[in-house]
Every structure is written in structure tokens, then in C-alpha cells.
């Protein structure tokens, strides 16, 4: 039987990669480095970085493999891609929301988006609001969806009285 493919996104720094991967796994559980690999001489002109210097790091999150590769300041990160972590208590909403804005005074967007010291955008989500938002009463719906669209860290207390309002 064919063995199933892994899905590993592989995030691109410029030579932020073990920095990163090691802010990342101090903050989530079941996390951990993996596999550090280095540039070698070959390909020197092209990539220019130190022989012996970080190319990637292998590394997990909550148990989801990543890589992070320090690939130079080609590419930036941006909203076209998040990673959206799915809370199911206000203690753990704020865990993240705490430590993925730490060292970055503009990290809070809207709407639970922030974005972290490497410029990696996330999604700080409260698994009742993905419930709120799915109920069958559009008028639940859209007191709730006016909630959130007032928040930059959700917030489960607020978005449940805007639920009940009614």
C-alpha cells in the first residue's frame, strides 16, 4: 500500500530560520527541532551565504511538521498565507496571542490576525467562534461577526454576548 504524502510547509526567512524555529517551539506543546542542516561551498554564487551557516531546520508544532529555510530576503511573508491557530479557551487565546505578538509592538491586526517578530502572519481563533458564526439565526450570525470585526484579539465572553444579545 502507498504510503500517504506529508503536508510540511516550509517557511522562507532570510537568516531568521533557527531564531524562528526555536521562538515557535518554546510556545507550543508536543513541538520540537528536528534536523539542522548547513550550506556547503557548492552553490556559493548563487545563494551567497557563509559555509556552514543554517540552510533549514526540520521542526514541529503541536505535533504538524515544518521547515524553515534561510533562503535570503527574497520573498516576505504576507496575508495571502496564515497559520491559524484554533483555541477552545480564553486562557489559551491568550497564551498565543501573548507570545506570538512578543517582539513585535505592531503585531495586532483585526480580527484575531497578528503578525510575529519574522513577520509570519497567524490567526489567534476561538473554536466558538467558528460555532457562533455557523448558527442558524443570520441575526446571531451577524451580531457576532460585528463583534469580531470590533476586536483585534478575540475575545469568547464578548462574542458570546453579542450571540445572546438578541
Known sequence: MAR???????????????????FY????????IGTITRYTD?????????????LTVAFTLAGQ???????????????????????ETQDEVDHYWHHLTEGNPAAAMECGWLK???????????????????????EVVRRVTRAMF????????TLERAASAG
Open 65 to 87: 511538521p515544518f521547515l524553515a529555510l534561510n533562503g535570503g530576503p527574497v520573498f516576505r511573508f504576507n496575508e495571502a498565507l496564515s497559520l491559524q491557530v484554533l483555541c
Open 116 to 138: 510575529d517578530r519574522y513577520g509570519l502572519p497567524w490567526q489567534v481563533v476561538p473554536v466558538r467562534l467558528t460555532e457562533l458564526l455557523a448558527d442558524p439565526d443570520a
Open 150 to 157: 470590533a476586536m483585534q484579539k478575540m475575545d469568547i465572553a
Open 42 to 54: 557548492v552553490g556559493q554564487e548563487h545563494h551567497g551565504k557563509p559555509v556552514g551557516s543554517v
Open 25 to 32: 517551539t518554546g510556545i507550543f506543546p508536543d513541538s520540537a
Open 4 to 22: 500517504l504524502a506529508i503536508i510540511q510547509p516550509c517557511l522562507w526567512f532570510d537568516d531568521q530560520a533557527e531564531d524562528a524555529a526555536r
